[in-house]
């Protein structure tokens, strides 16, 4: 060891007690003065005023970190002093997982029969072609997994032929969606007759051209989608 290196152990070992018992308890003070501060003083080590910065001994003597006279192993928290270094903590959960995208719900159209067809056929008219072709289009924003189409028929009539009806409607709009490239297994059909009007009790005491006028919305088509609308 040359004389250099023993000179400055030598002062290290004269400045350090006073350090301690005298400037490193005026610097404790001041750090406990500034916990009101938005700088986090470390416990257990002497800092800079209210900077936040720990002392440090020279990188000759060790750059160690300076601690106080009531230092002990559970205050060894700050980052860079006596071996500690903070682990990156795991970011929460929900900022990991992407949020689970919202499911549709299924999407009903209800198309008017006399809007599709003549009264008593099942034969699509130009317009009713028309509407469809609108339907299609609009199925360009949806990812579906099913269509169903439902027909309907008013009260007018004998039940079993207007349940017949009902189900050929249903069919010729099947039909007429498979010919604009919707697969055949992708579509289902059904008829209910004249077992669901949504006229209720409105047109009763009508007859004639009254009453076929009054039951309109019960002869229907509905197309129900099942799917969800992309993003």
């Known amino acids: 060891m040359n004389k250099l290196s023993a000179k400055k152990k030598l002062i290290g070992m004269i400045l350090l007690p006073a350090f301690f018992s005298g400037a490193v308890t005026a610097h404790v003070a001041v750090a406990a003065q500034g916990h009101g501060d938005s700088i986090n003083q470390p416990e257990g080590y002497t800092s800079e005023g209210n900077a936040g910065q720990v002392w440090r001994s020279t990188y000759d003597l060790g750059n160690h970190c300076w601690r106080t006279g009531y230092w002990n192993e559970s205050l060894a928290v700050v980052e860079g002093c006596d071996g500690y270094e903070k682990v990156a903590e795991?970011?929460?959960?929900?900022?990991?997982?992407?949020?689970?995208?919202?499911?549709?719900?299924?999407e009903k159209l209800t198309f008017s029969a006399d809007a599709l067809f003549d009264f008593d056929s099942a034969v699509l008219k130009p317009n009713g072609k028309i509407a469809l072709d609108e339907f299609v289009r609009g199925l360009d924003g949806i990812n579906f997994d099913v269509i169903v189409a439902v027909g309907h028929a008013d009260r007018i009539g004998n039940p079993d032929y207007n349940q017949r009806l009902s189900v050929?409607?249903?069919?010729?709009?099947?039909?007429?969606?498979?010919?604009r490239g919707i697969p055949d297994s992708s579509i289902f059909t059904?008829?209910?007759?004249?077992?669901?009007?949504?006229?209720?009790?409105?047109?009763?005491?009508k007859s004639g051209q009254a009453l076929r006028a009054c039951l309109e919305p019960d002869r229907r088509v509905e197309v129900e989608v099942s799917g969800a609308r992309r993003r």
């Not at 077992?195 to 005491?205: N, Y």
Request: aromatic share 2%; hydrophobic share 35%; net charge negative.
């Open 90 to 106: 795991a970011a929460p959960e929900s900022a990991l997982a992407p949020a689970a995208a919202p499911v549709s719900p299924p």
């Open 168 to 179: 050929r409607r249903a069919e010729s709009v099947k039909a007429y969606l498979m010919s």
């Open 190 to 205: 059904d008829g209910k007759g004249e077992t669901q009007p949504v006229t209720g009790t409105a047109c009763d005491g």
